[in-house]
């Protein structure tokens, strides 16, 4: 809730993306205090996903998926009530509060409620002009098309590429009856490359990924894709001439550490006076 805090009064859209204002919110939890509750709050989330894979140089799938709802909580003394409702309204968050103050009404004081705004953020985690499930499906395709032809153009025995970007946009808002009002729009890239070489009858893989809270300009350029592709193919190469481990009979030295813990947990507890007794 600290880092919602922190971000909120420079993002009025998080709050316009549930439809609910100041006013709405305070009929909330005055259906949510109308009978004695000492406090409730509010957990609203419209998350949106959207993925992309590439297979052989053509799309192998593509996903798009929107998750939303809206969570109650009441309390009183020591009870606890919690409803939800997967639509976001006025009407779905009120019945909500409604069914949460049911379950947890009970001894308590009546309270009022005026909702606050935070004061300014010293800064932004992630101020970012465009949500990365904001960009077109096209472009995402275009990058790995980019990336299969890349990592093909860097070695004759690179036979297959695999090469997949996701994002998602998580907007959050919590509002409680002690006047908390905070919100927060957390954005996600991630992009995984996976190439297979080939040499006579040997198939060898390697993979790498990247990907955090980051816009997703930052990693269509190819100053962050292009090392990875490179890592990847490198380990996929070097594994074509790797060899086996010999077998057999092994001296194994342990230093001192985390070594006597394994042996503790593996061997001691076998040995302890207890077990023997018990046979």
Not at 2 to 10: L, N, S
Not at 223 to 232: F, Q
């Amino acid at each position: 809730m600290a880092r919602a805090k922190r971000v909120e009064a420079e993002r009025p859209a998080v709050r316009e993306r549930f439809g609910v204002d100041a006013r709405g919110l305070e009929s909330v939890f005055a259906t949510a205090l109308a009978r004695p509750i000492d406090f409730a709050d509010v957990f609203f989330e419209y998350t949106t996903r959207d993925a992309v894979s590439i297979e052989e140089g053509l799309v192998k799938s593509g996903a798009r998926a929107v998750e939303q709802g809206v969570g109650v909580r009441a309390q009183a003394g020591e009870r606890q009530g919690y409803a939800h409702a997967d639509e976001i309204s006025l009407e779905s968050v009120k019945l909500a509060a409604g069914t949460a103050r049911a379950i947890a009404e009970g001894p308590g004081r009546v309270q009022a409620v005026a909702l606050r705004r935070p004061a300014q953020p010293a800064f932004d985690l992630y101020g970012l002009r465009e949500s990365p499930t904001a960009v077109p499906i096209d472009t995402k395709v275009r990058l790995l098309q980019e990336i299969d032809a890349y990592a093909r153009s860097r070695d004759s025995r690179i036979a297959q590429v695999m090469a997949s970007v996701a994002c998602e946009e998580r907007n959050l808002m919590i509002a409680a009856s002690d006047g908390t009002w905070v919100a927060d729009r957390q954005p996600l890239v991630v992009l995984r490359v996976q190439v297979i070489a080939v040499s006579g009858a040997r198939r060898e893989s390697a993979s790498q990924g990247t990907g955090g809270r980051i816009a997703y300009a930052k990693l269509g350029d190819p100053a962050t894709w292009k090392p990875l592709v490179d890592e990847a193919v490198r380990i996929a190469l070097t594994n074509l001439d790797a060899v086996s481990c010999p077998a057999g009979t092994m001296d194994v030295v342990l230093g001192p550490g985390w070594p006597g813990i394994l042996l503790h947990e593996a061997v001691g507890h076998g040995l302890e006076g207890e077990f023997n007794r018990k046979k």
